[in-house]
């Protein structure tokens, strides 16, 4: 056996082949092969095109062969914003927010984020890790091959640096890629609750302590900061997404979801790889990201889950020209889902977003915002062989199939990580 593999007949092979980001009309370009091939070797794709002509080349001969039935074959997803590690659901609050209590108001009773730090704490590493470990394997049955996790349910040294290291074990102990996102600065914790300098104090923690820890043990690529009403304000954003970018991790941003702050300007302003959210942005915001690099990141999970009706405004960001990505949000407050089909059919009803739009939003771009685009987001040569094959006839399928999981095989390069029979 040489370490070969031969897809064939894919009803749609969606290669999104291309090496920019995708901005206004280019999000839609899917790059379809129809009846489709693609040639795996060692892990990484060696050849892509018609199955007549693919089949023919002399290494096609040798190599192992699948055959797909004409299904849908496309990149796996890059999920670019979840906070993998948590103790447990808080489907309590749930059943609270569907009586009529707002997600702000059971924050300021200990519930919401402060009461996931506190099961968290009180969690053992192995618990934390089986739990993650069982949500991994439920990402790749929804054809999910690369996921980012941030800390921020631990909110002191001990416990961010636990988490973090967590990420850094299951990256290697199953086989999602992991991208650690530190994201210390996520509300500021109990203990530094109502002293007169708190909250100041604690930014000091995470800027002279934490992230120099973090970055020493090569425990995060990014820095993270939830800036919002009730976690931190623009200028406290600022402090530590600087101290990250000092010690090499590069910024991304919880942004406008809640309240307008002015932290998608801030995300522009330091280069950072993504902001996130954007229920709340205003024109201006929508043209400060359309001339950057910085991605702008949806969770449409997050206001379907809440039960809010303003989502963010996704056409007016694709017009503008800004990059789109979508991304679960997979997170026990809000968004606790780990289905990227269900953020496309949300995307495309929600956002209006065409299943083309979303579909790249959550491959390429997601992959553009990690900084993996160059071998991860599109089915082309010499990239990784991460994709996903659904029992489906035609890409639009996907989305339309809502809340239905239509993923029929997902592989991790070259590997078989998930299959439905
Ligand atoms: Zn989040």
Redesign the pocket.
């Known amino acids: 056996m040489d370490n070969s593999l031969l897809i064939t007949g894919a009803s749609q092979l969606l290669t999104l082949h291309g090496n920019t980001p995708r901005r206004g009309k280019v999000l839609s370009q899917l790059g379809i092969i129809e009846d489709g091939a693609l040639l795996i070797h060692e892990g990484q794709i060696a050849a892509v095109g018609p199955t007549a002509k693919v089949e023919k080349l002399a290494a096609a001969r040798k190599a192992e062969k699948v055959d797909v039935g004409g299904r849908v074959v496309l990149p796996g997803f890059v999920d670019s914003?979840t906070?993998l590690i948590h103790a447990t659901s808080r489907a309590e609050e749930y059943e609270l927010k569907i009586q009529g209590a707002s997600y702000e108001e059971i924050a300021r009773k200990g519930g919401g984020i402060l009461n996931s730090v506190q099961k968290l704490r009180a969690a053992t590493g192995q618990l934390l890790k089986q739990r993650a470990r069982a949500a991994l394997e439920v990402f790749a049955a929804h054809g999910t091959t690369t996921v980012e996790a941030?800390s921020g349910y631990g909110l002191d040294v001990a416990s961010e640096l636990k988490i973090l290291s967590l990420h850094k074990e299951l990256g290697v102990q199953q086989p999602i890629e992991i991208v650690s996102t530190f994201l210390g600065a996520h509300v500021v914790p109990l203990e530094f609750r109502g002293k007169a300098n708190g909250p100041e104090e604690y930014v000091k923690l995470l800027t002279g302590w934490l992230i120099p820890e973090v970055a020493a043990n090569g425990l995060a690529e990014f820095c993270d900061v939830f800036c919002d009403r009730g976690a931190f304000s623009r200028a406290q954003a600022k402090q530590v997404l600087a101290a990250g970018v000092r010690y090499k991790l590069r910024p991304r941003l919880?942004a406008e979801q809640l309240t307008r702050t002015g932290a998608a300007r801030l995300a522009v302003e330091l280069q950072a790889a993504s902001c996130?959210h954007l229920e709340q942005v205003i024109a201006s915001d929508i043209r400060a990201l359309a001339k950057s690099n910085t991605v702008a990141s949806l969770?449409p999970g997050c206001d379907f889950h809440l039960g809010l009706h303003q989502y963010a405004p996704a056409r007016k960001l694709i017009d503008a020209g800004a990059i789109v990505a979508l991304a679960t949000?997979y997170?026990p407050g809000t968004s606790p889902t780990t289905s990227m089909p269900m953020i496309l059919s949300l995307a495309c009803t929600q956002l209006r977003m065409t299943p083309a739009e979303a579909i790249v939003a959550a491959t390429y771009n997601a992959a553009y915002s990690l900084g993996r685009q160059k071998r991860l987001g599109s089915l082309e040569v010499g990239k990784q062989a991460d994709l996903a094959v659904f029992e489906v006839e035609d890409y639009r399928e996907i989305p339309y199939y809502f809340g239905v999981n239509t993923c029929w095989l997902t592989m991790k390069s070259g590997n078989v990580i998930y299959a439905a029979v």
């Open positions: 914003h906070h941030k919880h996130d969770l949000d997170n």
